[in-house]
């Protein structure tokens, strides 16, 4: 499994860093990326200390480590400079907490984080076939999610991003050890969004592209 979108207790996760690399690490992760929540008050604190830990303890584990964040629920006017300044910070993947369906997320997320060039849109809600095509065109993932909740929109998102051709790529907004998943899980995930199985695969390797790209 390659997870790029999950949380710690530098956000509102239960585990330490250092464990929630070990438990996913445990169940076969190939790749994870710790992605706390921030906006303007905590992104300067969370951020470098994600890129701390990473820095001491990936040597230990056999799995590829990235240091991330999640910018959350944010005016999208201010979306851009945080897209910036986690990068500046050492986040090597940058995604934005797109419109989900369950919670009253700002009109207009959507297509801030990918006029910003976030690496992925995370759980997008019903995200139009207009923002669609941009992220297609910005080389913007969106996410399909196993998080409760967030995932009542996988059906749409799936559907929209596979007619327009717009990467797709998997992930847990893991908050706790019992949201991490194999990759037989995301198999089923995908499948259960009206994802073909032969186009699952693809959806795989977008997120082995996306950490290559990342991490070069």
Same mark, same amino acid.
């Given at each position: 499994?390659?997870?790029?979108?999950?949380?710690?207790?530098?956000?509102?996760?239960?585990?330490?860093?250092?464990?929630?690399?070990?438990?996913?690490?445990?169940?076969?992760?190939?790749?994870?990326? /710790?992605?706390?929540?921030?906006?303007?008050?905590?992104?300067?604190?969370?951020?470098?200390?994600?890129?701390?830990?990473?820095?001491?303890?990936?040597?230990?584990?056999? /799995?590829?480590?990235?240091?991330?964040?999640? /910018?959350?629920?944010?005016?999208?006017?201010?979306?851009?400079?945080?897209?910036?300044?986690?990068?500046?910070?050492?986040?090597?993947?940058?995604?934005?907490?797109?419109?989900?369906?369950?919670?009253?997320?700002?009109?207009?997320?959507?297509?801030?984080?990918?006029?910003?060039?976030?690496? /992925?849109?995370?759980?997008?809600?019903?995200?139009?076939?207009?923002?669609?095509?941009?992220?297609?065109?910005?080389?913007?993932?969106?996410?399909?999610?196993?998080?409760?909740?967030?995932?009542?929109?996988?059906?749409?998102?799936?559907?929209?991003?596979?007619?327009?051709?717009?990467?797709?790529?998997?992930?847990?907004?893991?908050?706790?050890?019992?949201?991490?998943?194999?990759?037989?899980?995301?198999?089923?995930?995908?499948?259960?969004?009206?994802?073909?199985?032969?186009?699952?695969?693809?959806?795989?390797?977008?997120?082995?592209?996306?950490?290559?790209?990342?991490?070069?």
């Amino acid at each position: 499994m390659i997870d790029l979108h999950t949380h710690s207790l530098f956000s509102d996760g239960v585990l330490l860093p250092s464990e929630l690399v070990r438990r996913a690490y445990s169940i076969g992760y190939k790749a994870l990326a /710790i992605t706390d929540h921030v906006d303007s008050s905590n992104i300067d604190f969370v951020v470098p200390r994600i890129v701390k830990v990473i820095g001491e303890i990936r040597a230990y584990f056999d /799995i590829q480590l990235i240091p991330g964040a999640e /910018i959350t629920h944010v005016p999208p006017e201010i979306i851009g400079k945080l897209v910036t300044e986690a990068r500046e910070l050492g986040a090597k993947i940058v995604v934005v907490h797109g419109e989900t369906v369950v919670e009253p997320v700002i009109k207009g997320t959507n297509r801030a984080a990918i006029e910003a060039g976030a690496d /992925i849109l995370v759980h997008p809600g019903l995200i139009s076939r207009e923002d669609t095509i941009s992220a297609k065109q910005m080389g913007v993932a969106l996410e399909i999610t196993s998080r409760r909740g967030h995932s009542f929109s996988n059906g749409h998102v799936a559907k929209t991003a596979l007619e327009i051709g717009a990467d797709l790529v998997i992930s847990t907004d893991s908050h706790s050890p019992e949201d991490l998943i194999t990759d037989d899980w995301a198999r089923i995930l995908l499948r259960s969004a009206g994802i073909p199985e032969d186009a699952t695969e693809k959806i795989f390797e977008n997120s082995k592209k996306l950490v290559k790209r990342i991490t070069d």
